[in-house]
Structures are given as C-alpha cells and as structure tokens.
C-alpha cells in the first residue's frame, strides 16, 4: 500500500489530537493509545476510501472510542462472571517432592532437562523428541541417561537397574 497518497501527513497532524480526545474520554493514556494506534491501522487499510471522507478525523476518532468502549464491556464481562464464579479455587502449595525435582532440574544443562522433561512429562518417545530438538536418537539416549543420573545424584536416589544400564 502506497503511503505517499497523504496518509503519512494526515497521521502526523492528528495524532496527537486523537490519542488526546480518547485519553480524556477513557481515562487511561495506555488503552488511549492502543485503541488510536489500531484505529490508525483501520484507517491506513483504507485510506483510498476514508481520505474521501470529509472528516478522516472523526472516523479515526469514532472508531478509536468503539474500541475504547468494547475493551470496557470485556472487562465489564469479565468481572460480571468472576462474581457469578467466584475465585478459582485455592491451589495447593507444591509438594516437597516436586520442589526439589524442580531445584534438581534447573540445575541440569539446559540439553538434558529439556530431553528429561520431554520423555518423562510430555509423553515423547525418543523418535520424537530427536525431531522436536533436531537432535540424533543416540543424542537424546545419552542424554536421557546422563540426566537420569545427575538428577539420582542430586536427588540422592537410586535408580532402578535397568535406568542405571541405560
């Protein structure tokens, strides 16, 4: 799209006004912007159209508000169902168990954690988890095998025989 038909010229002398005009109208220079940032983005989609407009302005400015005005029921809506549905319910602190695992795992190298958590929380087979990382099928044995280790180690476990052969 060719902005050298007075797009450019037309951003810069309005813009200011615009933002201005939904700030005051919304209260809130972020969301002001945003909105007059996509209405501007409308705007340019079809300028050949709206610079026929006797107000380009004003069309900018009424569709910067309705934005305004649908950000505004989103939240209405949102806060009309959290009272209908309360809070979620409180969650649980984690385990002792998982607290340590999740200590034991960053402190693996970033290869292996990803391999062990890929094989033993995702479900991935090691066919999958080599295309996933773009990686050897040996690549992710050895490396499934020296993180299994590492984590026995820093969890002080012992690993079954047949993980201790792997």
Not at 16 to 35: C, I
Not at 132 to 139: K, M
Request: net charge neutral; no cysteine; glycine share 6%.
């Amino acid at each position: 799209m060719d902005t050298d038909d007075g797009f450019e010229e037309f951003y810069r002398t309005t813009r200011h006004r615009v933002v201005t005009v939904l700030y005051a109208l919304g209260g809130d220079l972020a969301e002001a912007q945003d909105a007059a940032q996509e209405a501007y983005v409308r705007a340019w989609q079809r300028w050949d159209r709206i610079s026929g407009y006797g107000d380009p302005e004003a069309w900018v400015r009424t569709v910067g508000y309705r934005l305004l005005v649908n950000r505004w029921r989103k939240i209405r809506n949102g806060l009309t169902a959290y009272r209908r549905h309360g809070p979620d319910p409180a969650v649980a602190p984690p385990s002792e168990n998982t607290v340590a695992l999740v200590s034991a795992l960053r402190r693996l190298p970033a290869e292996q954690r990803q391999a062990i958590v890929l094989h033993h929380l995702a479900d991935l087979s090691i066919a999958e988890i080599a295309a996933q990382t773009d990686a050897p099928t040996g690549t992710v044995k050895a490396r499934l095998a020296r993180g299994r280790r590492t984590l026995a180690d820093l969890l002080d476990t012992t690993l079954p025989e047949e993980v201790r052969n792997a």
